[in-house]
């Protein structure tokens, strides 16, 4: 090591800016149980020896102010090389504010923008700092919104397919007596070799959720059933993964924030596939956690939407099934990124030629959406 990159490397973490940023959809969008008609970004870059690192999350604009008022402080002046320490730090800080929800989002932005700081000290992809096991991802097109006509679901899933990406997922549960017929135009769009996902999003009760997971597998060989009740009902989940037909799986974990939710999921039987977002569960640090949960557990873990950021610690994961390539945060990170991420023959895979998370923020272009 060069004295150069000695000092870069015992750098302490300096500044910690803070940005929130309000992106519009391109249309009306709902699911099972939610409308919406924008995203928010949290943008957070850390620096040390001259060196900034970038982090994200999906999240609430009061995150902003937990980061610029809570958790920057704490960092501060801590070594950059030493993330688990300042995820450590930041985690007992919010002890008096709850550790879910926002304060967690807020936590994942800062986390993600130290491990991208610290592998752009060392002049690392931030695949190769974490230990890669895989050089690629399989990835998911994800969206089919409830909002969407017939036409535009076919559109969508159906050219997702055509450009290589052999599995997607649809948005079901708002108008359950037409979601029979939703799911077989999708099918009839991809084509019979396609993987169909389903996402209820907690929109059905029990039984009716088991119902009609005998209609979506015999009619459209559905394999996956997201969410088919609510997400807090483990008891519902256990019965709908003890009884869905052969051949569907059942996954849920978007909304887990702390490490016991997860382990809730696993311990309860819940899950044939277990989700988890970095963004929600503290970030890179939280993720490679849920990370050594699967593995413990022989449970498969599925990558949440954030599709450039969860590259990298999906494929150090051996438990890492796949990413969701979502629609609305596809779109936003080849807005505000240089160097956002598209699945080739339906795999993502890290840029190995760019330091960190491999993602250059455009300035002008992040301004526009500025809150």
Not at 89 to 118: F, P, Q, Y
Not at 223 to 245: H, Q
Request: glycine share 10%; with cysteine; charged share 25%.
């Amino acid at each position: 090591m060069t004295e150069r990159e000695k000092t870069r490397a015992e750098a302490p973490i300096g500044a910690v800016d803070v940005s929130v940023h309000r992106v519009p959809t391109d249309g009306p969008e709902s699911d099972g149980t939610l409308e919406w008609d924008s995203t928010t970004v949290l943008l957070v870059r850390a620096e040390a020896g001259g060196v900034r690192g970038l982090g994200y999350s999906y999240t609430d604009e009061a995150a902003g102010m937990l980061v610029r008022d809570a958790l920057a402080a704490v960092v501060r002046g801590r070594d950059a090389m030493a993330v688990p320490g300042s995820w450590e730090t930041m985690w007992h800080a919010v002890r008096n504010l709850g550790r879910s929800g926002v304060v967690s989002s807020a936590i994942a932005a800062v986390d993600v923008a130290l491990w991208d700081l610290k592998a752009r000290l060392l002049d690392l992809p931030l695949v190769a700092l974490l230990g890669e096991v895989r050089d690629a991802v399989d990835a998911y097109g994800s969206g089919g919104f409830t909002s969407y006509t017939i036409p535009k679901l076919q559109a969508q899933l159906g050219g997702w397919v055509e450009a290589g990406i052999p599995r997607v997922k649809m948005k079901i549960g708002r108008d359950p007596d037409a979601d029979a017929a939703r799911v077989a135009a999708a099918r009839e769009a991809i084509g019979p070799a396609a993987d169909l996902y389903v996402d209820a999003n907690g929109a059905y009760r029990r039984k009716q959720a088991l119902a009609l997971a005998q209609t979506f597998r015999h009619e459209s060989a559905v394999s996956w059933f997201e969410e088919p009740v609510p997400a807090d009902d483990l008891e519902g989940l256990r019965l709908l993964r003890d009884r869905a037909p052969a051949g569907m799986a059942i996954a849920v974990g978007e909304y887990g924030y702390r490490l016991d939710d997860f382990r809730a999921y696993l311990a309860g039987g819940a899950a044939d596939v277990l989700q988890a977002d970095a963004t929600r569960c503290g970030g890179i640090t939280g993720f490679l956690r849920v990370g050594g949960l699967c593995d413990a557990f022989h449970v498969p873990l599925s990558a949440h939407t954030a599709p450039s950021l969860h590259a990298h610690p999906c494929c150090a994961l051996p438990a890492a099934l796949n990413v969701e390539y979502f629609y609305d945060h596809a779109r936003i990170e080849h807005l505000f990124f240089d160097g956002a991420l598209t699945p080739v023959d339906g795999k993502l895979r890290p840029d190995r030629s760019r330091p960190g998370l491999g993602l250059e923020l455009r300035e002008e272009e992040a301004a526009r959406y500025a809150i």
